[in-house]
Nanobody, 125 residues
């Protein structure tokens, strides 16, 4: 079992930046990490993901070019750098860990075994 804790959310003005962190503990080897977000009344949506060795990444069209996912395995931490933030990026952001290899599984919430509690990102206009 993997425990996942997100941090780094906050209130930022449109055009600003945030770096979200996701720290995993427990069974932390060969795992893929995904970031998802959710707003009230809507389904959780995919934001970005990275595979177990960091060689493959994927981004939602809505954040592509504005966000970068990276990992520091020595710290068991994955980061999501978000730039040029927009009010529509406002959401509760979740980090999730999954022990799968296929990059085609990146975008499905069902692929991930462990989830954090979320960190709130609010972008003001």
């Amino acid at each position: 079992q993997v425990q996942v804790v997100e941090s780094g959310g906050g209130l930022v003005q449109a055009g600003g930046s945030l770096r979200l962190s996701c720290r995993a503990s427990g069974r932390t080897f060969n795992y893929a990490v995904g970031w998802f977000r959710q707003t009230p009344g809507k389904e959780r949506e995919f934001v970005a993901a990275m595979n177990w060795n960091g060689r493959n990444t994927s981004y939602a069209d809505s954040v592509k070019g504005r966000s970068t996912i990276s990992r520091d395995d020595a710290e068991s931490t994955v980061y999501l750098q978000m730039d040029s933030l927009k009010p529509e990026d406002t959401a509760l952001y979740y980090c999730a860990v999954g022990h799968f290899r296929s990059t085609s599984a990146f975008r499905s919430t069902l692929s991930y075994d462990s989830w954090g509690q979320g960190t709130q990102v609010t972008v003001s206009s």
